[in-house]
């Protein structure tokens, strides 16, 4: 049963050669990775793979080797954070206290960085005039001696004359290369590395670097102080005449709206509050004696005597009348009732009670007369109140406005004066630290002379130069392999062309017996692996197919593929097999199979085709295997022509009555066309590719050209096959295992 391998790469060649066929595609899927293959690969590969690694693990290793020896120094610098400041409100003159923030934690690392610091350096260490740092001496890199020695051209030729300038950018840009500066996390602590092949420069230079910068530093901080000092003097002058001018202005605006004290304004306001519960109470006085007074009236209006009177009936005077009015008018009534109307003692008796209600009368008129002063006078008291009450709030009014201008003047003098108090305080304590000033910076670990140097790292160089090769290697290898376009394995075949795959005949050196011609080995006793190849190429024929396959044809993509070998060595396996075979030559431009003949013969395949010749007179025995030999005798190109007629067709089919196996060795399918004819008269085609040599593009071409549906492929077998080779990287192949069952044969 042929069972085809659906193309992956192809749709449409796997879908015609299943019409060709007229199998089934059947595929299986291994999820799991397959070392094996990738063991394989890598096996194949060697070779590219060995080359890659050993050129790029070599190059690594020379350019460590002869890498010039760095060493690195490094101090470490810490930051001091106690700053003061020097003036109140001037931005330009004010050294923040606190912590730094990590722009000035970064500025500080720029300015160590700068080409001003790295001139300091070069100065204190005299670089300027060294030889060593003299730019005609510099001789060129190793990439420059590198770039001379691949393209011929000349090593550039240093320049001579410099002038100072030159020389010390030169010096600074070689200092500047070699330092580099970081900062610990977020802490104040910097670290001051420097790299040179000298370790003692290095050392040198780190550490200059260092107390230049905390040298630095301290002239900062001796010259901002300076500059406070110059600044708050010519400000004291100015702000001392100014706070001196605002002073007396407010005492000039004292003086002249008769601000005697500051709690003027308050005490009127007090004088007003007063004048106002007086008034008040003036008024309500008032108002009562008023009313008093017109009541005694209305009661005197209406005919009373005025005994009545309230302020008679509180008057003691009244009161004595009163009682004695009252003892009077008792004695009266007992002189009336005892002498009459006219006793002398009754007259004098009312007389005198007269006389006591005149003084009565009269005592009530002072009184009333008294209530009307008391009115007047209690109105004069509320007129006198009121006027004062006015002339106080007058003097408010004035002494409110002219304190407000009092009180801006007297707020720009105190702002004058605390201004001046506190410049002058400052003044004070910067004149105290002139001279004392401590260093905002100070180096706190001294670089020591390196006894190892940093680069270049030998250890990891190599392993990284390993590393490196090994997955170049890696990957050329594998990129070979993926644009490789032969066929190495069965699977190969399967999935890269879709066509079942027959199995893989040796080459015949590959193992190990004999050096003479392949198709002499099939004889040779000592050969079985050979011929067992055959026996089971000859098996895989037979089923491929529910056809019997009685004539089986022989082709290949291109030529040398190794078809004519395959073709004869088949015919000799199963001739061997007690077969009655017939190996007819269908390749008039190669005629391989004349190769095989000892007695020649005029008459050939042409002839019989011709007609001109009996298929008996152009048979011819292998004496070795006992199988018949059809060979091609004529030379003409056009009769090839011939191959493709009626006449092949009917001389195939008288043939099968003669013989049990019938081999054409067709010729390659992609340079003649005679062999898609002779395709549809075989029952079954074998294709023959030779091993990691053809491409699966040729193959494919060459499949989509034979007829479709017309033919039955059985499927396609690999040539020439190095069984060393495959059986350590052939993975997945029969071949793949061939050391473990080699011994079988023996």
């Known amino acids: 049963m042929n069972n085809e391998i659906t193309l992956y790469r192809d749709p449409e060649l796997a879908s015609q050669n299943l019409a060709l066929t007229g199998g089934s595609a059947q595929a299986t899927t291994d999820d799991r990775v397959n070392f094996g293959a990738i063991a394989s690969i890598l096996r194949r590969r060697r070779t590219l793979f060995l080359s890659i690694f050993l050129a790029i693990f070599a190059l690594g290793v020379i350019l460590t080797v002869t890498q010039t020896r760095i060493y690195s120094a490094s101090a470490q610098v810490v930051i001091d954070t106690s700053k003061e400041q020097v003036a109140p409100g001037n931005q330009e003159e004010v050294l923040q206290q606190g912590a730094l923030s990590s722009a000035q934690v970064d500025t500080e690392v720029l300015i160590i960085s700068s080409r001003a610091m790295a001139n300091k350096v070069a100065e204190s260490l005299n670089l300027y005039k060294s030889a060593a740092f003299d730019p005609s001496n510099v001789q060129p890199g190793k990439l420059a001696r590198l770039r001379s020695f691949v393209t011929g051209a000349p090593l550039p030729v240093s320049r001579r004359a410099y002038d100072a300038q030159a020389q010390r950018e030169f010096v600074i840009d070689v200092l500047q290369r070699g330092l580099k500066v970081t900062r610990t996390g977020v802490t104040y602590m910097l670290v001051l590395s420097y790299e040179s092949a000298d370790p003692d420069f290095a050392a040198a230079v780190v550490n200059?670097?260092?107390?230049?910068?905390?040298?630095?530093?301290?002239?900062?901080?001796?010259?901002?102080?300076?500059?406070?000092?110059?600044?708050?003097?010519?400000?004291?002058?100015?702000?001392?005449?100014?706070?001196?001018?605002?002073?007396?202005?407010?005492?000039?605006?004292?003086?002249?709206?008769?601000?005697?004290?500051?709690?003027?304004?308050?005490?009127t306001e007090q004088e007003v509050s007063i004048y106002n519960q007086q008034v008040a109470g003036a008024r309500a006085a008032a108002a009562e004696d008023s009313a008093r007074l017109a009541e005694a009236r209305r009661q005197m209006r209406n005919g009373a005597a005025g005994e009545d009177v309230g302020e008679s009936l509180q008057s003691g005077v009244v009161g004595s009348l009163k009682t004695q009015r009252a003892s009077l008018a008792s004695e009266l009534a007992n002189l009336e009732s005892r002498y009459g109307e006219?006793?002398?003692?009754?007259?004098?008796?009312?007389?005198?009670?007269?006389?006591?209600?005149?003084?009565?009368?009269?005592?009530?008129?002072?009184?009333?007369?008294?209530?009307?002063?008391?009115?007047?006078?209690?109105?004069?008291?509320?007129?006198?109140?009121?006027?004062?009450?006015?002339?106080?709030?007058?003097?408010?009014?004035?002494?409110?406005?002219?304190?407000?201008?009092?009180?801006?003047?007297?707020?720009?003098?105190?702002?004058?004066?605390?201004?001046?108090?506190?410049?002058?305080?400052?003044?004070?304590?910067?004149?105290?630290?002139?001279g004392t000033e401590k260093a905002e910076a100070r180096v706190i670990s001294w670089a020591q002379v390196?006894?190892?140097?940093?680069?270049p790292k030998v250890t990891l160089n190599i392993v990284l130069a390993g590393l490196l090769g090994m997955g170049a290697g890696l990957i050329s290898a594998f990129l070979a392999e993926l644009f490789f376009t032969g066929l190495t394995t069965g699977e190969d075949v399967e999935t890269r062309v879709g066509v079942?795959?027959?199995?893989?005949?040796?080459?015949?050196?590959?193992?190990?017996?004999?050096?003479?011609?392949?198709?002499?080995?099939?004889?040779?006793?000592?050969?079985?692996?050979?011929?067992?190849?055959?026996?089971?190429?000859?098996?895989?024929?037979?089923?491929?197919?529910?056809?019997?396959?009685?004539?089986?044809?022989?082709?290949?993509?291109?030529?040398?593929?190794?078809?004519?070998?395959?073709?004869?060595c088949l015919s000799r396996i199963a001739a061997l097999e007690n077969e009655k075979v017939l190996l007819i030559d269908c390749d008039p431009h190669r005629r391989s199979v004349n190769s095989m003949i000892v007695?020649?013969?005029?008459?050939?395949?042409?002839?019989?085709?011709?007609?001109?010749?009996?298929?008996?007179?152009?048979?011819?025995?292998?004496?070795?295997?006992?199988?018949?030999?059809?060979?091609?005798?004529?030379?003409?190109?056009?009769?090839?022509?011939?191959?493709?007629?009626?006449?092949?067709?009917?001389?195939?089919?008288?043939?099968?009555?003669?013989?049990?196996?019938?081999?054409?060795?067709?010729?390659?399918?992609?340079?003649?066309?005679?062999?898609?004819?002779l395709a549809t008269i075989a029952d079954a085609v074998v294709f023959v590719a030779r091993w990691r040599k053809v491409t699966d593009h040729a193959v494919k071409s060459a499949l989509k050209l034979l007829p479709r549906g017309r033919i039955n492929m059985a499927g396609i077998v690999l040539s020439q096959v190095d069984i060393r080779k495959q059986a350590r990287f052939g993975h997945g192949d029969a071949s793949y295992y061939f050391n473990q069952y080699k011994e079988y044969y023996s």
């Open 208 to 267: 200059e670097y260092g107390r230049q910068y905390a040298l630095d530093a301290l002239a900062r901080k001796r010259e901002a102080n300076q500059n406070a000092l110059t600044f708050l003097s010519k400000r004291l002058d100015g702000l001392r005449k100014q706070a001196q001018a605002d002073n007396e202005a407010v005492q000039q605006y004292r003086v002249a709206h008769n601000l005697l004290s500051v709690n003027a304004a308050q005490l």
């Open 342 to 434: 006219r006793h002398p003692e009754v007259v004098k008796t009312k007389n005198q009670l007269a006389e006591i209600d005149r003084s009565i009368r009269d005592e009530i008129g002072k009184i009333v007369s008294g209530l009307n002063a008391r009115v007047n006078v209690s109105q004069q008291r509320l007129n006198a109140v009121g006027s004062n009450l006015s002339g106080a709030r007058s003097t408010l009014g004035t002494s409110n406005k002219a304190l407000v201008g009092f009180a801006e003047l007297s707020s720009k003098a105190e702002t004058s004066q605390a201004l001046y108090t506190a410049y002058l305080d400052r003044y004070k304590a910067a004149a105290a630290q002139d």
């Open 450 to 455: 390196p006894s190892q140097p940093s680069s």
């Open 500 to 568: 079942q795959y027959l199995g893989s005949i040796p080459l015949l050196g590959s193992l190990g017996k004999g050096k003479g011609p392949p198709i002499d080995a099939i004889v040779e006793k000592e050969n079985v692996a050979f011929a067992e190849a055959f026996r089971a190429l000859r098996a895989a024929i037979g089923y491929s197919s529910d056809v019997h396959a009685q004539v089986v044809l022989i082709t290949s993509a291109l030529p040398k593929e190794g078809k004519s070998t395959i073709s004869a």
């Open 599 to 677: 007695e020649r013969r005029d008459a050939g395949l042409f002839e019989v085709l011709r007609g001109d010749a009996e298929i008996e007179d152009a048979l011819v025995l292998d004496e070795a295997s006992g199988a018949w030999l059809l060979p091609f005798n004529d030379t003409r190109t056009q009769s090839s022509d011939i191959l493709a007629g009626d006449a092949m067709a009917a001389l195939i089919q008288k043939l099968r009555a003669d013989f049990t196996y019938i081999v054409l060795d067709g010729a390659p399918v992609l340079p003649s066309a005679d062999t898609r004819i």
